[in-house]
């Protein structure tokens, strides 16, 4: 876009004077946008550098009371990147990652497609409900499914024994779901794929709102089925959008900690991920021991890290095609 | 062809009803568990036999401090997002609107930021509150609150001043606005909305922020109503009171539901512009 403000804005009389005022960098938008740096510096950057830092310390109760912390050198990292459980954490979360978003990116593509069919009033109604899952508070969605899911008295397993035992088995009843990290994990992802697809839903749905109709009539003459049309014309025009969707959706599953936390708690050491084992170590006994608690998180942000700046590249990408 | 066609609105039925159960079916299960007796709390039937408040009265029962935990969770959640729009705000517009150096690197730097974890705030922020003595106090959990909105929001923000016709702005400085007024009068009007949505999105996630406000209080009074929730032990004190964490459930989501249905084709287009476009 044109921008003719500033040649409107100088005051006549001042021509002399304009050329140099232009080449002065101008404070005004440093002004603007320094509340947000400083706020962005501190409660951010800062404790970042500081888990960078804790990372590399001993910081338990003494540290706590003000005794000043002990440099240990590597320690916290050799001890995690030898222990087999921080491995075991380490996979629980890279595969529910995988897992959840996968199944998310589908169901909510789905679900996206399928709103684009209907008729107006039915579209708003049903994505009316599925934003009802999307602004569920983790805490309840938890609650909710591990009732679902529950021992006794739970919905899933009353139904699951309904069905004939030939089909899957019987002794449903009193089946415990959060028994194994592997059923545990499954309703978790059911739980995080109900609360993270309607974003996908709606995204997607938006994305093909702004697809010309033309495109798939003409489609639909040269006789291209759903499938082919789906991955000839959607996917190559929405690719920017569901590249966003895979990145924030990959970035979301890894830091899942909220529901895991209602759901299996820090009893159930088996079933931790990274985040749960980074609390747990650093505030989940009566001698906390923050130094290895960053030294997981630091791990974590490592991963996270790399996703990120895939992530910042394409949204500073967009917004400047814009 | 009819045939086909039949199949076909067969086969769309088929897939909302699937959607819609999916995702209803979880909330109605929690509100129909709310509204059963707590003896009844392991009846299975699609409509409770007995209507019964009993799990709501259970809820702001003297020993959960509900009450005080859903005004402790509007405090935060409201302070939290006027900050964080007072503050966002103008960083949207400068980056928005006006051109400078390093603007892709803050915005990028801004951005980068959505994605750190919770957990790695959380430990040297819980030190510095211990030190400090911010433990049980609301700006322990305001200020990372405003940490973890920021960023999001200056976003959000930013996507909707881009759409924003700035040629009008332009026109007003032609009959003698100056640079501040014209934004007054002209472009905080319109754009209202945009901060409206961002405010809804902010509060949204505030409310339902768990981890901080976990770790951060260990005071019952100072409780927010999602870690009241995940701390409830019922009537009994002996099995899992879920109807009474059903009750608590319904009441904790229903404002948000509200909020959500009467703004949907606002919040879809803020989610929309933030994330996609």
Not at chain 1, 4 to 23: E, Q
Not at chain 1, 133 to 148: D, G, R, Y
Not at chain 1, 283 to 298: E, H, Q, R, T, V
């Amino acid at each position: 876009m044109l921008d003719t403000a500033p040649a409107v804005r100088k005051p006549p009389g001042r021509k002399a004077a304009g050329a140099r005022i232009r080449r002065r960098p101008r404070l005004g938008p440093y002004l603007l946008i320094a509340p947000t740096v400083i706020v962005i510096a501190l409660l951010m950057f800062w404790p970042m550098v500081q888990i960078g830092i804790m990372s590399f310390q001993k910081v338990g109760n003494r540290q706590l009371r003000g005794e000043p912390a002990e440099q240990v050198g590597t320690e916290n990292f050799d001890k995690i990147l030898s222990d087999p459980f921080f491995w075991q954490t380490f996979r629980n979360t890279v595969l529910f990652a995988v897992v959840a978003v996968t199944l998310t990116m589908l169901v909510g593509t789905l679900v996206g497609l399928l709103l684009n069919k209907l008729g107006k009033r039915m579209s708003a109604f049903v994505s009316g409900g599925v934003m009802i899952a999307w602004a569920t508070p983790p805490v309840t969605a938890a609650i909710i499914f591990s009732w679902l899911f529950g021992t006794t008295g739970g919905l899933v397993n009353w139904c699951l024994d309904l069905l004939p035992d030939a089909l899957i088995g019987g002794g449903w009843a009193d089946h415990n779901w959060f028994a194994t990290p592997l059923s545990t994990y499954t309703v978790l992802t059911v739980c995080v794929v109900w609360q993270s697809c309607p974003f996908v839903a709606v995204s997607v749905l938006a994305g093909l709102k702004s697809v010309p109709s033309e495109l798939y009539e003409a489609a639909r003459v040269d006789g291209s089925g759903p499938w082919r049309t789906f991955w000839s014309i959607t996917y190559p025009l929405l690719k920017p959008i569901f590249m966003v969707l895979l990145v924030m959706s990959v970035i979301w599953d890894f830091k899942v900690f909220t529901q895991l936390f209602i759901m299996s708690g820090l009893a159930n050491r088996d079933a931790f991920n990274l985040s749960l084992y980074a609390f747990s170590e650093a505030f989940g006994s009566l001698n906390p021991k923050l130094g290895m608690g960053s030294a997981i998180a630091l791990v974590l942000t490592m991963i996270l890290l790399v996703v990120t700046a895939l992530y910042v590249r394409v949204m500073v990408r967009q917004g400047e095609t814009k | 062809m009819n045939g086909r066609s039949a199949l076909r609105r067969a086969l769309s039925s088929l897939g909302i009803a699937l959607v819609a159960v999916y995702c209803l079916a979880p909330f109605y299960w929690m509100a129909i568990s709310a509204f059963r007796r707590p003896q009844d709390q392991f009846d299975n039937s699609v409509v409770p036999s007995r209507w019964s408040m009993e799990n709501f009265t259970a809820v702001f029962a003297g020993d959960n401090g509900f009450g005080r935990a859903l005004l402790n969770s509007v405090i935060v959640a409201g302070t939290t997002t006027v900050l964080t729009l007072t503050v966002g705000v103008f960083t949207a517009y400068a980056l928005a609107r006006l051109d400078f150096r390093f603007k892709n690197a803050v915005l990028g730097l801004i951005v980068a930021t959505t994605m750190f974890p919770g957990i790695s705030q959380l430990v040297p922020l819980l030190k510095l509150f211990t030190d400090i003595e911010w433990i049980n106090t609301y700006q322990a959990m305001v200020l990372p609150g405003l940490g973890f909105a920021l960023p999001l929001s200056v976003w959000l923000l930013t996507a909707f001043f881009r759409q924003l016709p700035f040629e009008l702005e332009q026109a007003a400085m032609v009959d003698g606005c100056t640079r501040g007024q014209a934004f007054r009068k002209v472009i905080v009007p319109l754009a209202a909305p945009g901060v409206f949505t961002t405010a809804i999105l902010t509060f949204i996630a505030a409310w339902n922020e768990f981890l901080i406000a976990l770790s951060m209080v260990n005071r019952k009074e100072m409780q927010t109503a999602t870690v009241a929730i995940s701390k409830f032990t019922g009537v009994s004190g002996f099995d899992q009171p879920f109807g009474t964490q059903m009750a608590a459930g319904v009441i904790v989501t229903v404002p948000l539901i509200v909020v959500v249905l009467v703004f949907q084709r606002r919040i879809v287009a803020g989610l929309t512009a933030g994330g996609v476009k």
